[in-house]
């Protein structure tokens, strides 16, 4: 039986809170994206949780999610 391949490697590359949400910088491959929670990323991805310390992307074609520190603990 062979497992469902591990979810991309997204490379953080920041944050920033608008004063109601935090909406993140993401890169995969040669594409960059910003993105806010609930976000989809080239149909395949969704950005499903952004907090301080951490956001989690979701493939869709696997369920697979990948959380992503970003470093801050506040």
Do not use: C, M
């Not at 920041?14 to 004063?19: A, E, P, T, V």
């Not at 040669?30 to 993105?35: L, S, V």
């Not at 609930?38 to 499903?48: F, H, I, P, R, W």
Request: proline share 5%; hydrophobic share 35%.
């Amino acid at each position: 039986v062979s497992e469902a391949p591990p979810p991309p490697a997204f490379n953080y590359l920041g944050k920033q809170f608008d004063g109601q949400d935090w909406e993140v910088f993401l890169s995969l491959a040669d594409r960059t994206y910003i993105a806010k929670a609930g976000a989809l990323l080239d149909d395949s991805y969704k950005v499903e949780s952004i907090d301080a310390s951490s956001v989690t992307v979701v493939d869709l074609r696997t369920s697979q999610s990948q959380t992503i520190s970003t470093g801050d603990r506040r």
